[in-house]
C-alpha cells in the first residue's frame, strides 16, 4: 500500500551495532505492528503499537525495542542483543486494533544482513 | 495462545486447474480470517477475508470457505493463472489479552505452469 513507507529497502548491520528501521504511514492508523519473516516460518509478531506513546511486545520481542511518539511513524530498533537479525522485517498498519475486523496493511520491506 | 496450521507448504498446478490451500486455527475465539497474497521481495496483500459469521465468501476466481465448528478454513483459486504464482498466507485473529492479534500461518508457496 501507498500509505506505508519502509526504510531503508536494504541494511547491513555491523557486529555490536545497533540498526533502526523506518516506518511511516498516512492511513491515519492507530495501530501499528512489526514482524519478522523467515524461509518457512510465515510472519512473526515483534512488536505492535495500539495508540501514540503506547507499546506491546509480541512474541519475539527480545533484541528489539520500539518508539511511538507520533501515530504515523513506528521505528524499529534492531540492537546487538539479537543474535540472529538477518530476516526480512514487515511493518504493517490497522485501523484501532479493537474496532472490529480490520485487514491490515503492510509496508514494503526492509531485508536486514550481518555485514 | 491460537496456532494456525497451512498445509499444503508448497503445490504445483497447470494453468487453468484449481489450487486449494487449507488452514486450521486453534482459538475458537477467532473470528476473522484474512488471506495474503506476497510475491517474491513484495510486501503481502490482502486477497480476500472471512469473518467468523459467514460460511463461504467469493470475489471471482477465489474464495474462501469457513469451518467454525471443526476450525479450519480454506482458500480456493480456479482457472488459475501464472500471475498466481506467488506465497500464500492464512491468518486468523482473536483475541489475547484485549488485543485482537493476528496469528499467520507458515505460507504456501503456489506455482502455476503454463
Known amino acids: 500500500d501507498g500509505g506505508i513507507t519502509q526504510s531503508p529497502k536494504y541494511l547491513f548491520r555491523k557486529e555490536g551495532q545497533n540498526v533502526t528501521l523506518s516506518c511511516e504511514q498516512n492511513l491515519n492508523h492507530d495501530a501499528m505492528y512489526w514482524y519478522r519473516q523467515d524461509p518457512g516460518q510465515g510472519l512473526r509478531l515483534i512488536y505492535y503499537?495500539?495508540?501514540?506513546?503506547?507499546?506491546q511486545k509480541g512474541d519475539i520481542a527480545e533484541g528489539y525495542s520500539v518508539s511511538r511518539e507520533k501515530k504515523e511513524s513506528f521505528p524499529l530498533t534492531v540492537t546487538s542483543a539479537q543474535k540472529n537479525p538477518t530476516a526480512f522485517y514487515l511493518c504493517?498498519?490497522?485501523?484501532?486494533?479493537?474496532?472490529?475486523?480490520?485487514?491490515?496493511?503492510f509496508g514494503d520491506g526492509t531485508r536486514l544482513s550481518i555485514l | 495462545g491460537e496456532n494456525v496450521e497451512q498445509h499444503p507448504s508448497t503445490l504445483s498446478v497447470q494453468e487453468g486447474d484449481s489450487a486449494v490451500i487449507k488452514c486450521t486455527y486453534s482459538?475458537?475465539?477467532?473470528?476473522?480470517f484474512p488471506w495474503y497474497k506476497q510475491e517474491l521481495g513484495k510486501r503481502p496483500q490482502l486477497i480476500i477475508d472471512?469473518?467468523?459469521?459467514?460460511g463461504e465468501k467469493k470475489d471471482q476466481r477465489i474464495a474462501v470457505t469457513l469451518n467454525k465448528t471443526a476450525k479450519h478454513f480454506s482458500l480456493h483459486i480456479t482457472e488459475t493463472q501464472p500471475e498466481d504464482s506467488a506465497v500464500y498466507f492464512c491468518a486468523s485473529r482473536g483475541n489475547s489479552g484485549g488485543y485482537q492479534k493476528v496469528t499467520f500461518g507458515t505460507g504456501t508457496k503456489l506455482q502455476v505452469i503454463p
Open positions: 482459538d475458537s475465539a477467532s473470528n476473522y
Open positions: 472471512i469473518r467468523s459469521n459467514v
Open positions: 504493517a498498519s490497522s485501523i484501532q486494533s479493537g474496532q472490529g475486523n480490520q485487514p491490515q496493511h
Open positions: 503499537s495500539q495508540i501514540v506513546n503506547d507499546f
